[in-house]
């Protein structure tokens, strides 16, 4: 197994998979009597043919290191994880080579920030680090196809 190694998630290095959401930096605007910090517009949400939908996910907890044997994509869609406790998640992607995931990437998010997956963009399933595993999804609700799935000949091995 090759191993790939779990970095901190930080929006320059998840910019070519993604959004990082969270609340760095000061609120774009107070609203709510000034008691409410708003972090405007941070996702590139693009569902083509298509509406938003939100959902609910109750995922199993993993342990690192992580064997990875699956990556999926959805072409028609991005897709956002929001975690709905302050726990860490693991998030996987890989860049498209000539329609087939290439070389994955790992990172480790800190308690509080979430994910928005470019529409097409190959990513590991849903792995939480810690219970309870609940996740706010913002998808693609539509017609058609919309899950592309990946097995590696070889699996990789995620480490912290």
Avoid at 15 to 20: E, H, K, S, Y
Avoid at 62 to 71: A, G, N, S
Wanted: glycine fraction near 10%.
């Amino acid at each position: 197994m090759t191993a790939i190694t779990a970095t901190p998630l930080t929006p320059e290095a998840f910019a070519a998979f993604g959004d990082v959401l969270d609340t760095q930096g000061a609120p774009d605007r107070l609203i709510n009597q000034g008691l409410c910090g708003r972090y405007h517009n941070r996702a590139r949400l693009d569902f083509g043919a298509g509406r938003a939908g939100l959902s609910l996910f109750q995922a199993a907890p993993r342990t690192l290191p992580y064997r990875l044997e699956l990556v999926e994509r959805h072409p028609e869609g991005s897709q956002a994880f929001i975690p709905m406790s302050l726990t860490s998640f693991l998030i996987i992607v890989a860049p498209d080579a000539g329609g087939a995931p290439g070389r994955p990437r790992a990172f480790l998010t800190a308690p509080g920030q979430a994910v928005n997956l470019l529409r097409g963009t190959w990513h590991g399933v849903l792995t939480p680090l810690e219970a309870p595993g609940l996740f706010a999804v913002v998808d693609r609700i539509g017609p058609g196809d919309n899950l592309e799935e990946h097995w590696f000949k070889t699996p990789y091995e995620v480490r912290a």
